[in-house]
Structure formats: structure tokens, C-alpha cells
């Protein structure tokens, strides 16, 4: 069953409404973490093979269920399915990696080096030793951002808050209504303030430390995450029908739309639904 969706108006973002109340704050979480399309916490088991080690194609499998999760998480939030579908699309456009990142934290994913390599295809394809070095170096920013995510302990309610903080952003180009984005963004943050608030009280560093890691997530270049994991995209679509383009798509008369965000993968002229 998909995520209940919020009446319109149920979160009106005018100056007189109760954002500052506890229960809305708490409402508002509450509905983030419910658009969940998976229990992150089951992407990692769901794709290992019985000796506990993640092969290429387990790997390639992971990052699609998390890449597909974050557009369908985004769809059922609230706020966003309002927005005009050039600005969602222009907002996952410049913000899936990081999405990716927060994705791959939350589930625990395996960062072992060989067989990020290997589901690159740096083993069997020439390269430069000097390209290898800075791919190389690419994934151990990526490793990097992942663990500090995870040394932080984060809750699945912070998770949600973050991302909706991230997905929330006026940077991304051509926004039909860049301050409404932006009153979206404070309100996410607003709400995991309080909630780090009121459920961690004796750190009062912590919400600050959760939002410091979030401008770091943009050094993880997303060329890299997509050579690393999505390669081979269009084999997992073909093996994971919940990944099709019928449940994850904002409808058919959009679909123009949807395969431009596609195309961030150069996969889309191959892809068969």
C-alpha cells in the first residue's frame, strides 16, 4: 500500500499556521518517514549472498533499490508532489547523489573497495595510472562521507529530515518559485531541531553536527556514483520490477520529463518497461 498522502492544505505554509507546535513538527516527520517505500535497514540483508559478502551484481542491485527508493520517497512527502514537475525534476536532477549518500549510510552499505572497482569495470577495462589514482580517490571520499554519517549514529527520523533538507534546496536551476523551495528547506530544518531537541537532550551539539555534514555530501561527485553503481543500471532494471518507470513515474503524460532525469545515467535509450 503507498504512503498516505497529505490533504491539500493540510500543511499551509502561511505566517499564521502552527509550525512551531510540537505535534505539527511531529506530524511532518512522521509523514517523511512513512514515504519510506523500503525499510532501509533490509536494502543490505536483502541483496547479500548466504557467506555474508556482496558480489557486483548484488552490489549494482543495492544502489538501484536506494536510487529508486529516494525518487519514490520524494513523490509521497509532503510539499513536493505540489511542486510543478519541472521543478521536481530540476531538484532530484541536482540532488539524487547526495540522496544516494544518505541512502547509502542508512542502510549500512558495504564501502569495500575491490568490488567497487570491479562493478566499475576498472579491472577489465584499460586505464591510466593516473585516472586509476583519482577514481581511487573519488571512492575514498565517498567511503569517507558514508562513515562520518555513520559514526554520528543517525536515527531513520534524522535521515528523513536531512534528506528533505537536501532535497529542499534553491540552488537548483530554473525554479518556477525559489522562495517557496526555500521556506520548504527552513521548515525541514526547523523540524529536526526540534526533534534532535526534544529526543537528545543532553547533545546539544547534535544538531549542528547533522547539519555540518551536509554540505560535504556534494564533494561525493555524482559521475563517480554512476560509474560505480549504475553501469550496469539497466540489467538491475530489467531484474527489479519494482523499479519500473509505471510505479515510479509522476504518470504517462510526464513521461518526457522523467526520461530527461533518466538520462543523468545515459541508460534511458536502452531501458525496457
Known amino acids: 500500500m503507498p504512503p498516505t498522502q497529505p490533504t491539500h492544505g493540510q500543511f499551509a505554509l502561511t505566517n499564521g499556521d502552527p509550525l512551531n507546535c510540537h505535534s ?3 506530524g511532518y516527520i512522521s509523514l517523511l518517514l512513512r514515504a519510506e517505500p523500503y525499510p532501509t535497514s533490509r536494502f543490505g540483508s536483502q541483496c547479500m549472498q548466504p557467506n555474508n559478502i556482496m558480489g557486483i551484481e548484488n552490489i549494482c542491485e543495492l544502489a538501484a533499490r536506494m536510487l ?4 519514490e520517497w520524494a513523490r509521497n512527502i509532503p510539499f513536493f508532489p505540489d511542486l510543478q514537475i519541472t521543478d521536481q525534476v530540476a531538484l ?9 549518500v544518505l541512502n547509502a549510510a ?4 558495504p564501502l569495500h573497495v575491490a568490488p567497487l572497482l570491479a562493478a566499475a569495470g576498472l579491472h577489465a577495462s584499460p586505464m591510466s595510472a ?3 589514482v ?14 562520518k554519517l555513520k559514526a554520528l549514529h543517525v536515527d531513520s527520523a534524522e535521515y528523513s529530515c536531512l534528506k528533505a533538507i537536501v532535497l529542499f534546496t534553491s540552488d537548483a536551476c530554473g525554479l518556477s518559485d525559489v522562495a517557496h523551495v526555500e521556506s520548504l528547506q527552513e521548515k525541514s530544518q526547523c523540524a529536526l531541531e526540534e526533534y534532535v531537541r526534544s529526543q537528545y537532550p543532553n547533545q546539544p551539539t547534535r544538531f549542528g553536527k547533522l547539519l555540518l555534514r551536509l554540505p560535504s555530501l556534494r564533494t561525493v561527485s555524482s559521475s563517480v556514483i554512476e560509474q560505480l553503481f549504475f553501469v550496469r543500471l539497466v540489467g538491475v532494471l530489467r531484474k527489479i520490477s519494482k523499479c519500473r518507470l509505471s510505479i515510479y ?4 503524460k510526464n513521461s518526457d520529463t522523467l526520461y530527461d532525469f533518466y ?3 545515459h541508460t534511458v535509450q536502452e531501458m525496457e518497461f
Open 92 to 100: 532530484l536532477r541536482l540532488t539524487w547523489s547526495e540522496l544516494f
Open 134 to 147: 583519482a577514481f581511487m580517490d573519488h571512492i575514498r571520499i565517498f567511503q569517507e562521507q558514508v562513515e
Open 24 to 26: 505539527y513538527l511531529s
Open 263 to 265: 538520462d543523468l545515467f
Open 249 to 252: 513515474g509522476w504518470g504517462e
Open 106 to 109: 542508512q542502510c549500512s552499505m
Open 68 to 71: 529508486f527508493s529516494a525518487v
Open 130 to 132: 593516473d585516472r586509476v
